[in-house]
């Protein structure tokens, strides 16, 4: 079986190359006269039933004629690209490039083409889809929805250059639709000019690389009530560094080795002539863990991708101004990131999830010991997973019989979301969501519907210290 994938990587690797070269060598009207060229050369051969040969010799000429006048014709260039420094998966942006006219003579009729790295994959991970693609045919299971590339990173649109005088800069507005989270790589600009019949384009490139970061796509999330109640936090808000402890204290008493000297009651300690320390209120206040299900074979999973994407709308909505909220996977080793009260922004999780790579190396229960390890401290866990086997089965299990309120939310494949049973969650199946690919946003909707009353107490009902 690998002899027969490696040749047909190498088709595939070389048909989307060739098919790459024309696209940007051809004009629209170029590629359709390529096409009839090419049916022409087909059929030419059954002289007696058609008069197609006629039309080889015509277009054949009107090719070659096209690529000679293509080549008289060069242009110097410089340019600068002015990218944002971050850009969301499924949501176009635009973007300056300002190009500069290098050449003695008036340069009209030029269309801007971006250069992005190659996205053709490695064979492994070529391999990989062909196989995860196979095991959906022999187990029956079709989707109504178009099959997506999974390789392909982003759709820029062609923009026109206005007139650019000798010596001169001009400003191109340039549309870009990223398509997948991660590091978006350009590798250099191109400047097409189309031949006097319209049919073939001459190419001047300028390397130009630079990169921009793509946060994953997030859906609009409604009010979902989440599992948890306030938890008292050892050291309480000096866990926010830029919100620091509570200006209201509640006592004061003798200064102790290690305490910070911005707490020295200045006033108190002249009077009674030793260091006097303000004396904090412990605080209580309510602490989730976002538990991302990273453990799956598919690298270029739509279900991972699709997990991510969910993971990163309860990061964006969740209010960490008043909480706080953790973000735990695991990856080449164990993550626990830290969001809200000033420790850190929602964005800075925000471009982790961008980079957060499927884990195939490890097994589930490094997740587990990692959130077990964790789970006095936090309020409730929100677990996305990426399936419902009986090791994540048991997982959500434990963190019930530990007292830990849980919000399970399990993505799947289209038309599988009716094959899950909640099993440990049976008896909350309100907590329990399934959520299927293409129908995410929907799901979600469904899932705060059925959602009960938050479980979230006010700080007047906090537990006594």
């Known amino acids: 079986m690998t002899p027969f994938f490696k040749v047909l990587y190498r088709l595939y690797r070389f048909s989307s190359g060739r098919w790459h070269w024309a696209q940007r060598r051809f004009t629209r009207p170029g590629l359709a006269v390529l096409g009839a060229l090419i049916l022409a050369a087909l059929l030419a051969p059954?002289?007696?039933?058609?008069?197609?040969?006629?039309?080889?010799?015509?277009?054949?000429?009107?090719?070659?004629?096209?690529?000679?006048?293509?080549?008289?014709?060069?242009?110097?260039?410089?340019?600068?690209?002015?990218?944002?420094?971050?850009?969301?998966?499924g949501c176009p942006f635009n973007y300056r490039i300002l190009v500069k006219n290098l050449s003695g003579k008036v340069q009209s009729s030029l269309t801007l083409l971006e250069n992005?790295?190659?996205?053709?994959?490695?064979?492994?991970?070529?391999?990989?889809?062909?196989?995860?693609?196979?095991?959906?045919l022999r187990s029956f299971?079709?989707?109504?929805?178009?099959?997506?590339?999974?390789?392909?990173?982003?759709?820029?649109?062609?923009?026109?250059?206005?007139?650019?005088?000798?010596?001169?800069?001009?400003?191109?507005?340039v549309e870009l639709t990223p398509l997948r989270r991660g590091i978006l790589r350009f590798t250099g600009i191109t400047l097409a000019r189309p031949d006097p019949l319209g049919l073939f384009?001459?190419?001047?490139?300028?390397?130009?690389?630079?990169?921009?970061?793509?946060?994953?796509?997030?859906?609009?999330?409604?009010?979902?009530?989440?599992?948890?109640?306030?938890?008292?936090?050892?050291?309480?808000?000096?866990?926010?560094?830029?919100?620091g402890q509570s200006e209201e204290y509640v006592a004061?008493?003798?200064?102790?080795?290690?305490?910070?000297?911005?707490?020295?009651?200045?006033r108190s300690w002249a009077r009674v002539g030793k260091p006097v320390v303000k004396e904090f209120e412990d605080e209580f206040f309510v602490r989730h863990a976002l538990v991302l299900d990273t453990f799956t074979d598919q690298r270029h999973s739509e279900v991972f991708e699709e997990a991510v994407s969910v993971a990163a709308s309860f990061a964006c909505t969740l209010p960490t101004q008043e909480?706080?909220?953790?973000?735990?996977?695991?990856?080449?080793?164990?993550?626990?990131?830290?969001?809200?009260?000033?420790?850190?922004?929602?964005?800075?999780?925000?471009?982790?999830?961008?980079?957060?790579?499927?884990?195939?190396?490890?097994?589930?229960?490094?997740?587990?010991?990692?959130?077990?390890?964790?789970?006095?401290?936090?309020?409730?866990?929100?677990?996305?997973?990426?399936?419902?086997?009986?090791?994540?089965?048991?997982?959500?299990?434990?963190?019930?019989?530990?007292?830990?309120?849980?919000?399970?939310?399990?993505?799947?494949?289209?038309?599988?979301g009716q094959t899950l049973e909640p099993g440990s969650m049976r008896d909350e199946p309100d907590r329990f969501s399934v959520l299927e690919v293409g129908q995410i946003e929907?799901?979600?909707a469904r899932a705060a519907s059925s959602s009960p009353r938050p479980l979230v107490n006010n700080r007047a009902g906090s537990p006594a210290r």
Not at 124 to 135: H, L, M, N, P, Y
Not at 212 to 229: D, N
């Open 252 to 266: 004061l008493r003798d200064y102790r080795h290690g305490d910070p000297l911005r707490h020295i009651h200045w």
């Open 323 to 416: 909480s706080l909220l953790d973000l735990l996977f695991v990856g080449p080793q164990s993550y626990c990131f830290t969001a809200g009260r000033g420790v850190a922004h929602v964005e800075q999780m925000l471009e982790i999830l961008a980079s957060v790579r499927a884990c195939n190396d490890q097994p589930f229960r490094a997740l587990e010991n990692l959130v077990l390890s964790h789970v006095e401290v936090v309020s409730g866990c929100i677990c996305v997973l990426v399936a419902w086997d009986e090791e994540r089965r048991s997982f959500v299990g434990k963190l019930r019989a530990l007292g830990v309120p849980v919000q399970v939310l399990v993505i799947v494949p289209p038309g599988q």
């Open 116 to 136: 992005l790295a190659d996205p053709r994959p490695s064979f492994e991970d070529w391999v990989a889809v062909q196989r995860a693609e196979q095991k959906l």
């Open 442 to 444: 929907s799901g979600l």
């Open 141 to 173: 299971q079709f989707s109504t929805r178009w099959p997506t590339n999974p390789f392909k990173l982003a759709v820029v649109k062609e923009a026109a250059v206005p007139l650019a005088p000798p010596g001169q800069e001009v400003e191109v507005r």
């Open 201 to 243: 384009r001459t190419l001047a490139t300028l390397p130009l690389p630079q990169t921009v970061l793509i946060l994953p796509k997030r859906y609009l999330l409604p009010a979902i009530a989440l599992p948890g109640t306030v938890k008292y936090q050892e050291g309480g808000v000096a866990l926010a560094t830029s919100v």
């Open 46 to 89: 059954d002289t007696d039933n058609n008069v197609t040969y006629q039309a080889l010799p015509l277009l054949l000429f009107l090719l070659v004629v096209a690529v000679g006048l293509s080549r008289l014709s060069q242009t110097r260039f410089s340019a600068t690209r002015l990218l944002p420094k971050l850009g969301t998966a």
